[in-house]
């Protein structure tokens, strides 16, 4: 009898310790921060699973520098585009004007707002505007994949202080025409995602595009295939186009026709960048400040991706090519973007009848990485 009892004891504490581990599990995939018993100061307190400090603001952001670079950046808030911003923050010679979210790109417009403002916060610059825009393309109706949206929405399951400014209540349109106003001439603007927000401010008032300094815009595959039809997930049978352009294909036709001087940082270059197990290792052992920190926890996220061989600094390198010409070689050509929905929907091809862009054929992969890891973890730069 006594027997059965103390079995029957071990099997409900066995189901039990499965419960609570599994659930453990489930809530952590879900983004729910799960909670151990740990100590803090010899006293027993629940902290976050894996032993891991909070991460905190930055409380010694550098300076920016007199004469430095006035910059917007339109963002799709996906992980890349996280490093992207991080390492604009971090440099001197940078002063980050304000923040557009693009809508139609891989995160939703209210968690990719929230993500923006807490990682400036993170960053020590809490003050700087973020609005989002349109959440449909100006044309058609093409979408990332739900995967990736939910992966980047939920901040790949980290969390970071929140940010108490508010959203601008005005949309992404009117902060990009505001800020090209206020810099007289001189304002940059790095696109990271779709160009709805630009082609909606552009249309707005067409005068603004002639306004700009410059666009350096990530999008496009010129002599290399596209990255849409490489999801199985989707089932888009596309070689031509890449993920920026293929979703908006109208609005990246207005930006490219708009009078604009514009950048295109296409996968020709990016391929030659990646972001691999190797650079994963160096950040590993060089990470000295709460961005560096958090890039190397983003990365942790989405190991898998990083180990898959097929993950590139997309956005990090367009940013510090848009600071930095130094790390790319370009050429100018006229192009045209398919808007036609078919096989090649999205892609950019050189023709004489379109816009004449530059366009960055090559990247000086090993300059980037050192310095990208420079800049993040707060090393003045020489
Ligand atoms: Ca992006």
């Not at 993500?115 to 109706?141: F, K, S, Y």
């Not at 010409?325 to 999205?346: K, N, R, T, W, Y």
Request: aromatic share 6%; with cysteine; net charge negative.
């Amino acid at each position: 009898m006594n027997r059965k009892i103390v079995k029957t004891a071990l099997i409900v504490l066995a189901a039990a310790a499965i419960v609570i581990i599994a659930g453990g599990a489930l809530l952590s995939m879900l983004g729910v921060e799960v909670f151990c018993l740990g100590s803090e100061n010899g006293r027993m307190a629940l902290e976050p699973c894996g032993g891991e400090a909070p991460l905190t603001a930055d409380t010694n952001p550098p300076q920016i520098a007199a004469g430095a670079q006035p910059i917007l950046i339109d963002t799709d808030m996906a992980v890349d585009d996280w490093l992207a911003i991080l390492y604009l923050l971090q440099r001197p010679d940078v002063d980050v004007r304000a923040i557009t979210v693009a809508g139609t790109g891989e995160a939703h417009c209210g968690p990719g707002v929230k993500n923006a403002l807490d990682l400036v916060a993170l960053a020590g610059r809490p003050e700087i505007p973020v609005a989002c825009g349109h959440e449909t393309p100006l044309q058609g109706n093409h979408v990332f994949p739900q995967s990736w949206r939910d992966n980047v929405d939920r901040l790949a399951g980290l969390s970071i202080p929140a940010n108490p400014t508010q959203p601008q209540g005005e949309d992404a349109a009117a902060l990009i025409t505001g800020a090209v106003r206020d810099a007289g001439g001189d304002l940059l603007i790095i696109t990271l995602g779709p160009l709805t927000n630009l082609a909606q401010a552009f249309a707005e008032d067409p005068a603004v595009a002639r306004e700009v300094k410059e666009i350096f815009v990530m999008g496009g595959a010129m002599s290399v295939p596209g990255n849409v039809g490489m999801v199985p997930e989707t089932g888009i049978e596309n070689d031509r186009a890449e993920w920026n352009i293929y979703v908006d294909p109208y609005a990246a036709s207005q930006v490219l026709a708009s009078g604009a001087p514009v950048t295109l940082v296409p996968l020709d270059a990016t391929n030659q960048v990646v972001l691999d197990k190797a650079f994963y290792d160096r950040l590993e052992v060089d990470r000295a400040s709460p961005e560096a920190e958090f890039v190397y926890r983003a990365l942790t996220q989405n190991i898998g991706f990083v180990n898959s061989g097929l993950y590139y600094f997309w956005d990090p390198l367009t940013a510090a090519i848009a600071v930095d010409q130094g790390l790319g070689s370009f050429a100018s050509q006229p192009v045209l973007v398919i808007e036609e929905e078919g096989p090649e929907v999205g892609a950019v091809r050189a023709d004489e009848s379109g816009s004449l862009v530059r366009i960055t054929m090559a990247a000086e992969e090993e300059r980037f990485k050192q310095e990208f890891l420079d800049v993040l973890n707060g090393r003045v730069m020489e």
